[in-house]
C-alpha cells in the first residue's frame, strides 16, 4: 500500500502555469508507476500523464501534449502543467500502480485525495 497527497493547485489565469506535487510514502518510487489524473464536474475521470518506475512517460490524453509534463525524483512525482487552458479546470488526482503505466484508471492501486485546479480569467 502507498499514500499519495497532491499539492500545488490553485487558480491561475489562461496561458499560466502551475507545478503540481504528488507526495508518496510506504515504499519508493523506485517500484511504482504514478498516474495523474484529472476529473472536471460533470465529467468523467480522464487519464493526463503516467510515469513507469524506469522513468518512461505515457500520455493518457492529446490534449495535454506539449504543455503538460511529468518527472518524478526520490519520493515525489512533479505535474508542471503550461499554457493552461479554461478546459484545464479539474479536480487533478495522483495514482499509484505497478511498475508499468496501466491503460486504464480503474487498474491504479492507490489514490490521493486531489488538489483543484482553476484555470479562469
Known amino acids: 500500500q502507498v499514500q499519495l497527497v497532491e499539492s500545488g493547485g490553485g487558480l491561475v489565469q489562461p496561458g499560466g502555469s502551475l507545478k503540481l506535487s504528488c507526495g508518496v510514502s510506504?515504499?519508493?518510487?523506485?517500484?511504482?508507476?504514478i498516474g495523474w489524473f484529472r476529473q472536471a464536474p460533470g465529467k468523467e475521470r480522464e487519464g493526463v500523464l503516467c510515469?513507469?518506475?524506469?522513468?518512461?512517460t505515457t500520455y493518457y490524453t492529446d490534449s495535454v501534449k506539449g504543455r503538460f509534463t511529468i518527472s518524478r525524483d526520490m519520493n515525489t512525482v512533479y505535474l508542471q502543467m503550461n499554457s493552461l487552458k479554461p478546459e484545464d479546470t479539474a479536480v487533478y488526482y495522483c495514482?499509484?500502480?505497478?511498475?508499468?503505466?496501466?491503460?486504464?484508471?480503474?487498474?491504479?492501486?492507490?489514490w490521493g485525495q486531489g488538489t483543484q485546479v482553476t484555470v479562469s480569467s
Open positions: 495514482a499509484a500502480s505497478g511498475v508499468f503505466c496501466p491503460s486504464w484508471p480503474m487498474e491504479y492501486d492507490d
Open positions: 510515469i513507469s518506475s524506469s522513468d518512461l
Open positions: 510506504g515504499s519508493t518510487l523506485d517500484y511504482y508507476a
